[in-house]
């Protein structure tokens, strides 16, 4: 053999080595990839299955979905049992909403001036916002507890809006801080340029460019607020519960027995919108959602 | 404290776009940054008084109540007796387990009663928070690493990690409750028969588990976008220096996405510290699965002012654990936000 094919050989062997590597880890990365899918899907699509289900086979262990029925969304809105799931939705919904506006209103200013202005303390503020987004809320729960007990104010809306702002307007701030820090700020100076006002410019150049932002941020928070529960749980009342509490209390036909099915199909109608609004703002929300750590 | 901003330069943060003006240092430089801190002031007082109204004030109110006496039954006259002050006791009877004695002073807390599980809760509570964060920090990065690989069907994956972050912990809870249903599917798959809910260990397991579940995702999220900003070139340059693939996790990868990394896992740690929900609603706190937040709501209604010394106990631990984090492992949060970090990526 000469030199010439022995080196090719070993060469063709070199190649074939890098191959197989090559080969082996993309096959690693697809078994990863779908053992990520199970992981995160098999009990979001377990809580769908048991929702069309017929509450007689509650137990029934079929991965695919038998005895498939509608009669749990409707056990899920029926009030006989002292349940009141479409109310709870319509609370959820308003505090939802209410909570969003105010904080979205209050932060974009915060965050306009986090993003945009120097001034003294900026680390100051930036530093109490971000504690106050972390802040435990069972520290609030108490004393609020009995201040709302003193003025008679537990069970009333204002009770959970109210404490919803202590955590949602902090990632409000701190989420548009970091979108509005990204925006093409030339555009701004040359509206000043142009002859607009600081305010001006505001308004009619970076507010439709940071509609965007803004829009993301709005989601965010009130999947925030939607899914709050432990301050909704001591100062709500079965008129003005959110979704959360109504689908921990959920009540059967018989105390010792939860209903699953129904529960699940009350589960799946507060998950399904959110999913969906979370996938197709999928590349927003992660950026939104990554903001304060890595920019 | 934001009204009060003075006419002083500040320091250029590294990022946010170009300074507005760019006249000579002097006085006009002076002059713009005070009228930018007037803006900034006007801009930021409805937040910062709105969080004062929501958050200062409850902390405050929290504080004084703390040294506040809860009304209670006289044993003598039979009578509610008003509160008054109460200096530290109702901090000292937490932390020594201390009960009120019915002839006055005070006797080490019966099993079963609240002021006998504060140090049982605290155990609970860290006991969660280690092995949560942990195991997700764990997968987290797992999932991150091949989150960021290219391959086919990487959005579809990137897509489904927000499945169980957009679903509500109170549905969470119920959902990880049904599957570990002594006739459910969690036993069914893995053949066992484990009572999850009935006791100590399997009970904390299945908290443990819905929590992973629920919360990997937004850990994986946060260290693919840490990942994300390494540059490939460097992988590149270390692959031809011959660095094998764990010399270039442990070389390039670990210190260049360390600061993404310990972000969030300051963020998961406090947010486990104070735990409710899960162990609220699927335990329902039995089985040593009572938190500290849940033994601050159960305490509620036998006594505000009790309930808020033991709420600040809490967020004093809390706060202890994130100066901890920033002062000693380096999770710089606000350089990160504020971008001052830019220029090290």
Same mark, same amino acid.
């Given at each position: ?25 993309? *096959? ?7 053992? $990520? ?8 699509? %377990? ?114 809006? !109210? ?54 941020? &709005? ?41 699953? =099915? ?5 589960? +799946? @109608? ?5 999913? !969906? ?19 | ?47 910062? *008084? ?9 902390? !405050? ?14 044993? *003598? ?14 901090? =000292? ?36 928070? $280690?092995?949560?964060? +942990? ?6 990065? %797992? ?9 086919? #069907? ?15 912990? &109170? ?22 028969? !484990? ?13 443990? $588990? ?12 946060? @260290? ?92 004093? $631990?809390?706060? @202890? ?19 001052? #970090?830019? #220029?090290?990526?």
């Amino acid at each position: 053999m000469t030199a010439a094919t022995e080196l090719r050989a070993q060469q063709d062997r070199g190649r074939k080595v890098a191959q197989n590597r090559e080969k082996w880890a993309s *096959v690693r990365t697809y078994v990863s990839a779908a053992v $990520i899918l199970f992981w995160c899907l098999a009990p979001a699509y %377990w809580m769908v299955v048991t929702a069309f289900r017929d509450v007689g086979y509650t137990y029934d262990t079929s991965l695919l979905p038998t005895h498939v029925t509608l009669d749990n969304f409707a056990t899920a809105f029926d009030t006989s049992f002292g349940n009141r799931f479409g109310q709870a939705l319509l609370n959820s919904v308003f505090i939802g909403v209410t909570v969003t506006v105010i904080s979205l209103v209050l932060g974009v200013f915060a965050a306009y001036a986090l993003a945009r202005l120097n001034f003294r303390f900026k680390y100051l503020v930036l530093g109490f916002i971000l504690g106050a987004s972390m802040f435990p809320g069972v520290a609030l729960i108490t004393p609020l507890f009995q201040l709302f007990t003193n003025i008679g104010w537990i069970g009333t809306y204002q009770a959970l809006i !109210i404490p919803n702002i202590s955590f949602v307007l902090p990632l409000t701030v701190y989420t548009m801080t970091s979108f509005f820090r990204e925006m093409p700020w030339e555009l701004e100076e040359a509206a000043r340029v142009d002859g607009c006002t600081q305010g001006q410019a505001f308004r009619r150049v970076i507010m439709p460019l940071a509609a965007p932002a803004i829009f993301t941020t &709005a989601i965010l928070a009130f999947i925030s607020s939607w899914n709050e529960f432990l301050i909704a749980s001591q100062l709500s009342n079965d008129a003005t519960q959110p979704v959360t509490v109504a689908i921990a209390n959920f009540a059967g036909a018989q105390p010792q027995q939860i209903p699953y =099915t129904a529960i699940m199909a009350a589960g +799946t @109608i507060v998950t399904i919108p959110l999913v !969906i609004l979370v996938l197709v703002f999928q590349r927003k929300i992660v950026a939104g959602l990554t903001a304060g750590a890595v920019k | 404290m934001a009204t009060e901003l003075g006419p002083t330069p500040v320091k250029e943060p590294a990022s946010g776009g170009t300074p507005i003006h760019h006249g000579p240092k002097g006085v006009g430089e002076d002059n713009a940054i005070a009228s930018q801190g007037k803006w900034a002031s006007w801009l930021l007082a409805p937040t910062i *008084v709105a969080l004062a109204i929501v958050i200062v004030y409850p902390i !405050i109110s929290a504080i004084v109540m703390s040294f506040q006496k809860d009304a209670a039954l006289d044993p *003598v006259t039979g009578l509610f007796a008003e509160g008054g002050p109460a200096g530290l006791s109702n901090y =000292t009877n937490w932390i020594f387990q201390q009960c009120a004695a019915p002839g006055g002073g005070t006797v080490a807390c019966p099993p079963g009663t609240l002021g006998s599980q504060f140090w049982s809760a605290t155990g609970t509570t860290f006991y969660f928070t $280690i092995v949560t964060v +942990t195991l997700e920090t764990i997968l987290g990065f %797992w999932m991150a690493i091949i989150m960021a690989r290219t391959f086919r #069907g990487r959005s579809l994956v990137r897509a489904a990690v927000l499945v169980p972050w957009a679903i509500p912990t &109170a549905v969470t809870a119920q959902l990880w409750l049904f599957i570990f249903a002594f006739e459910g599917i969690g036993n069914k798959l893995f053949n066992t028969t !484990i009572l999850w809910t009935g006791s100590e260990i399997p009970a904390r397991w299945a908290v443990i $588990i819905a929590d992973t579940w629920k919360t990997t995702p937004f850990m994986a999220l946060l @260290i693919l976008a840490g990942l994300q900003m390494i540059p490939a070139e460097v992988y590149e340059a270390a692959k031809v220096d011959g660095a094998s693939a764990w010399q270039r996790f442990r070389m390039i990868t670990l210190p260049l996405v360390k600061p993404a990394l310990m972000v969030a896992i300051l963020f998961r740690t406090l947010d486990a510290l104070r735990m409710f929900d899960l162990p609220y609603i699927l335990t329902e706190g039995s089985n040593n699965t009572t938190t500290l937040s849940i033994l601050v709501v159960n305490q509620i209604r036998q006594g505000f002012n009790s309930a808020a010394a033991l709420s600040t106990i809490t967020f004093i $631990i809390i706060f @202890i654990v994130a100066f901890i984090f920033v002062r000693f492992l380096g999770a710089n949060v606000v350089e990160q936000q504020t971008g001052a #970090g830019k #220029g090290k990526k």
